[in-house]
């Protein structure tokens, strides 16, 4: 029993969902079908016992509180009749509202007198005053009698006259006279009005005022009997609606009890699969794929991580801004001469761009001087200059190269020249241009000036002035002049050499340089401490077969063959 609890998985549909899904994992399918069939069946007939068992009692419960509440809402109800046979009372609140409805009409007429008898005080203070005193026209605000209004309305215009008159014509003068009587008489009628309308507006105050205090006294009364019938159909209202209640709820209780079911259904039958669950082949399958997969890009992306080394373009635009002239493939013949008139290999060819990309770097005179440095040894400085200045030769450019990296030379090696007479022998005055100047085998206009002898002190021999008179008659015999100078990252030499160079390339090697060396070659670039400095890449992509499938597919078959 506890082995079929523990394979039995009960889970719902959607998180919104009200189906639940039962699962049960069985080496007998249909053993597996029969449980969970039973087991349905089993809960609802359980359900529904459970369900009448509960309206049974809920129908008892409710029968009792309905007899008990029924005798208590005869007795409140029988304590409300009485009550209002008692004191009169048929709807007290609306005998209220008629007594504060009479009260507020009362008061608004009480407000009007009052406003009226305040302007015949004003009148009153107007006729009052002596005819020389000018005080302005009264407030007639309120008073409705028009016969007052237009006396009063006629003593201000003969006042206005009077005024008019005082300021040009003496106080005796016959005219002003008159309108004084005039004035004095229209007072006298409006003295008269103004007591008889005061005596009636006095009179109606009276009378308004003993009105409100009759029905202040009816108001009064109200509230007390208010407040103890509202307590007795508080009582009457609250057993009233416990007792609908109930009678409510004992309705739904009957209607449920009759037609109680069960509150689940079943969707769909219990049924098996037609394939084993267990175990799952394809989630084998592509567990082992997924991690033949993960491991070695893990693994590849660690390696990526943890080198500090160019390996693509990308990481060299992302730091620096500094211009790339071309780009040159790994080689297997490094700091070796294989440029040939009819070699068409990839690396030749490559070559043969950053030549044509030096018409970009052409300067104002009729001679060029590259300078090749790098930041370290081994970025194939040596092996681009002396093919470069070979493809130059080819095209008939007299062209010379100068293996100034004088504590370490390696072109005379790749081209297997004897340590002869070189650049330290010119610098020292122990040689001619022509003694230090030795023709390369094989090809026409294209000579090397090798390093000569080892000197103790290459940075200070850098630093004579026979070196600028170097330059100069270079300049003057040779189209081409390309120096092969020592790393900047490791000595100084290659800054002594930039003032006479028209422009530099710079070497960076993939899989080699250092990216840290990348920011300082973009601060070299900034502070322009080299003429038109220019990045070339070296040891690009994985050798010539990368660059025959990707950049050279217009080769033919035969072609390829050829250059295999």
Same mark, same amino acid.
């Given at each position: ?400 190269? %100068?293996?100034?990296? &004088? ?5 005379? /090696? *790749?081209?297997?020249? !004897?340590? =002869?007479? +070189? ?109 038109? %400095?220019?990045?070339? &890449? ?5 050798? /010539? *077969?990368?660059?025959? !499938?990707? =950049?050279? +597919? ?11």
């Amino acid at each position: 029993m506890e082995g079929y609890l523990k394979s039995l998985q009960t889970e719902p549909t959607s998180k919104q969902s009200t189906v639940i899904q039962l699962t049960i994992e069985d080496a007998v399918p249909e053993k597996g079908e029969a449980i969970l069939n039973r087991l349905i069946d089993e809960y609802n007939t359980a359900a529904v016992a459970d369900k009448n068992k509960t309206a049974s009692n809920t129908l008892k419960f409710l029968d009792e509180r309905l007899g008990l509440v029924s005798g208590e809402l005869q007795n409140v109800e029988k304590n409300v009749e009485q009550y209002k046979t008692a004191q009169g009372i048929t709807d007290l609140s609306a005998q209220a509202q008629s007594f504060l409805q009479t009260v507020q009409q009362n008061d608004a007429n009480l407000n009007q007198v009052n406003l009226q008898l305040g302007a015949i005080q004003d009148v009153e203070k107007y006729i009052s005053s002596r005819s020389n005193e000018r005080v302005g026209a009264p407030s007639t605000l309120g008073l409705s009698d028009p016969v007052l209004l237009g006396l009063i309305t006629k003593v201000s215009e003969l006042e206005l006259q009077r005024e008019q008159l005082a300021r040009t014509t003496a106080d005796q003068s016959p005219i002003v006279q008159s309108l004084e009587g005039q004035i004095r008489n229209m007072k006298a009628n409006i003295r008269e009005n103004v007591e008889a309308t005061k005596t009636m507006l006095t009179t109606s105050k009276n009378q308004m005022l003993a009105t409100n205090r009759k029905m202040e006294g009816v108001i009064r009364t109200i509230p007390q009997k208010e407040r103890s019938l509202i307590d007795i159909s508080r009582q009457q209202a609250i057993k009233n609606d416990l007792y609908t209640f109930l009678l409510q709820k004992r309705e739904e209780t009957a209607l449920s009890f009759a037609s109680t079911i069960a509150d689940s259904r079943t969707v769909d039958a219990a049924r098996s699969s037609n394939s084993p669950v267990k175990p799952v082949g394809k989630m084998i399958f592509a567990l082992f794929a997924l991690v033949g997969l993960v491991i070695p890009v893990g693994a590849m992306t660690a390696k990526d991580a943890m080198n500090n080394r160019v390996m693509r373009r990308t990481d060299v635009e992302e730091v620096t801004t500094v211009p790339i002239l071309g780009e040159v493939v790994k080689s297997k013949e490094a700091d070796r001469l294989i440029m040939a008139p009819q070699n068409r290999s990839v690396i030749s060819e490559q070559i043969r761009t950053i030549r044509t990309n030096l018409q970009f770097l052409k300067s104002a005179t009729d001679s060029q001087v590259l300078l090749f440095t790098s930041s370290i040894s081994g970025e194939g400085k040596s092996f681009v200059s002396l093919n470069l200045g070979a493809s130059l030769a080819l095209v008939d450019r007299p062209t010379v190269i %100068l293996e100034m990296d &004088l504590r370490k030379p390696k072109l005379r /090696e *790749a081209l297997g020249m !004897s340590n =002869s007479t +070189g650049i330290s022998n010119y610098l020292i005055g122990e040689a001619t241009l022509e003694e230090a100047l030795h023709p390369i085998p094989g090809y026409e206009n294209y000579f090397i000036m090798p390093s000569g002898p080892v000197p103790p002190n290459p940075s200070e021999l850098l630093s004579s002035p026979r070196l600028e008179q170097m330059f100069q008659e270079l300049r003057d015999r040779f189209t081409y002049v390309l120096v092969d100078s020592p790393p900047i990252g490791l000595v100084t030499d290659a800054q002594l050499i930039a003032p006479f160079a028209d422009s530099t390339l710079y070497m960076v090697r993939h899989d080699v340089t250092p990216k840290h060396y990348l920011k300082m070659i973009d601060t070299l670039y900034k502070e322009q401490r080299f003429q038109k %400095l220019n990045i070339i &890449l070296n040891g690009v992509g994985e050798g /010539e *077969a990368y660059y025959y !499938s990707y =950049s050279y +597919g217009y080769y033919g078959e035969d072609e390829k063959k050829k250059l295999i």
